[in-house]
């Protein structure tokens, strides 16, 4: 195998957000470090996250605050463990990324003293989210990305896919044990082998299996596909979270408007003027996500209106475009003024609380597989992830596969040799329009069957259909080169196919999961998990 199409590594890291940039420099001083990204380096929802991030630093408030808060958001389906130990560690967490140069927003006392300005969110009962103005990701993101561009021992591949993880099974070892990675180079369109002692997933979501969603492109389920099909479990795939409040306009696809919005005061309003939230709960506009997109969808289908309105006209004009200056500058740049003007807003999918499961460490099924971020269920989210839980998380679990890896690394043999990709069955496709419609057909169903409100015939119908479309898919793949929209389309369909299931198997309503036909709540439950094999 020529070195063009060879590489080897301590670490491989698949995904260029908050999750693999903190694992990344948390490793890099002692391990060779190459991380992978599928389009741009910053691309990805790290950079679009807006709210914050949550931990205790006010003294009113307290970590067992936080855990009571997340429990209740979750629905009492998360696992107390894992939201312990977030919590816990939100706060060194948080010191980590202010000592990388995060620049958290402050306010001076009277005296002179500076502290950092906490906002507060849905579902929390106290000021504790530290943000970058509204555009906290993108501060996170730019930091950590100019950190790993100046470290010596770290390699970044931009623009390529990851095509399935390589384990032991496969190269007629019977160790369970990862061993490197086939991945695309869109650049060159050719398929690499990346052999690495350790791989960790840090590929975000799966929101992009809706016709809907606030996400980037990039957020196609790939590491929840890529580890089913290596054997690892997955759980709670059912619960996927919609975003209440996306902007509706045409000229603005893809843009949330933060929580924190309403956490300042904003109302939710009906075309006719009249606020709706205190109809379906009593915290009104500060209820959790998934009880505030059920209430706008509602409203949305039984007027038969095109979307519904947040307004935050009330508040001084300064203190908005203060506190708000990425969204009012984007709206206004469609024709809104928020200072004078309601946001038109729809819900959209936003969020994969379950995934590939996990332990507080971030260690799979597979030895020396870690999955951290979004792609991981970790029990922290439950039923329903709470507002600026998801920055904390990724660095968190970031940290502790970190320190796994590192306790492991000198001792951890070199991965076995792996094949060079063999093409020499496939030719290259002059029917890509059937791509495009299977990829459109499918959003389109989990859409309409698989969304915010379920029920047994939508859910039994979405499962025989997306079985044929997945079985369309694999035979396309068996049969012609590799493509980016391929790929997608083959974790996309995999991701489907697994929420599906995870829908069906849940006979009771809960947080993010609402069926018609199971409207009420079990008196206790249990995660829904999924094992390669058996379903």
């Known amino acids: 195998m020529s070195d063009d199409y060879f590489h080897q590594t301590d670490c491989l890291i698949i995904g260029s957000g908050a999750a693999g940039l903190t694992l990344a420099l948390s490793i890099a001083d002692k391990a060779q470090v190459i991380i992978l990204s599928k389009s741009a380096l910053k ?91 509204d555009a906290t990701g993108k501060a996170v993101q730019t930091t950590l990305l100019d950190k790993v561009k100046a470290h010596p021992n770290i390699r970044l591949f931009e623009r390529f896919n990851a095509l399935d993880l390589v384990t032991g099974d496969k190269l007629n070892d019977t160790s369970k044990q990862v061993h490197g990675a086939y991945v695309w180079n869109r650049s060159l369109e050719q398929v690499e082998v990346i052999r690495a002692k350790f791989v960790a997933l840090a590929t975000g979501g799966a929101s992009k299996v809706y016709q809907y969603t606030s996400n980037p492109d990039i957020a196609s389920g790939d590491g929840i596909a890529m580890a089913w099909r290596a054997g690892c479990r997955v759980a709670n795939m059912e619960f996927n979270q919609f975003h209440p409040t996306s902007l509706y306009h045409e000229k603005a696809q893809n843009f949330l408007i933060t929580e924190a919005m309403r956490g300042e005061g904003a109302y939710l309003r009906r075309p006719d003027g009249s606020r709706f939230m205190q109809d379906f709960d009593e915290r009104g506009e500060l209820a959790p996500r998934d009880v505030v997109a059920r209430a706008i969808d509602f409203e949305m289908k039984r007027l038969g209106a095109d979307c519904m309105f947040l307004d935050i006209t009330h508040k001084d004009e300064q203190f908005v475009i203060d506190h708000f200056p990425t969204i009012y500058a984007k709206c206004l740049k469609v024709g809104i003024d928020i200072t004078k003007e309601q946001i038109p807003v729809v819900p959209a999918a936003h969020y994969t609380c379950g995934g590939v499961m996990t332990d507080l460490a971030g260690n799979t099924d597979i030895d020396n597989l870690f999955a951290i971020g979004e792609v991981a269920y970790t029990g922290l989210h439950g039923a329903n992830r709470m507002a600026s839980n998801s920055l904390l998380e990724c660095i968190v679990f970031a940290q502790g596969a970190a320190e796994r890896i590192l306790q492991r690394l000198e001792a951890a043999p070199e991965p076995l040799p792996i094949p060079k990709w063999d093409e020499s069955k496939v030719t290259t496709s002059e029917e890509n329009v059937i791509i495009s419609h299977t990829w459109h057909e499918l959003r389109l169903i989990m859409w309409d069957y698989v969304g915010i409100v379920r029920s047994n015939r939508r859910l039994n119908k979405a499962q025989k259909r997306i079985g044929l479309i997945k079985q369309e898919v694999d035979e396309f793949y068996a049969d012609f080169r590799v493509s980016n929209n391929l790929l997608e389309l083959r974790n996309l369909a995999q991701v489907a196919e697994l929420i599906v299931a995870s829908a069906i198997d849940r006979t009771e309503s809960r947080g993010l999961h609402f069926n018609k036909d199971y409207p009420e709540t079990l008196p206790s439950s249990s995660a829904t998990i999924l094992t390669p094999g058996t379903n």
């Not at 205790?56 to 855990?67: A, G, K, P, Q, T």
């Not at 389906?77 to 948080?94: F, W």
């Not at 507060?120 to 530290?130: A, M, N, P, T, V």
Request: hydrophobic share 35%; charged share 20%.
């Open 43 to 133: 691309e990805g929802s790290t950079l679009y996250a807006q709210g914050g991030i949550a931990a205790v630093f006010d003294e009113n408030d307290s970590i067992e605050s936080h855990v009571q808060d997340t429990l209740i958001a979750g629905a009492y389906l998360c696992d107390e463990d894992a939201v312990r130990h977030t919590a816990s560690n939100a706060r060194s967490s948080m010191q980590w990324l202010i000592n990388q140069g995060v620049p958290f927003d402050q306010i001076t006392e009277g005296d002179g003293t500076q502290r950092f300005h906490l906002t507060k969110e849905g579902g929390h009962s106290h000021r504790r989210i530290l943000h970058a103005a």
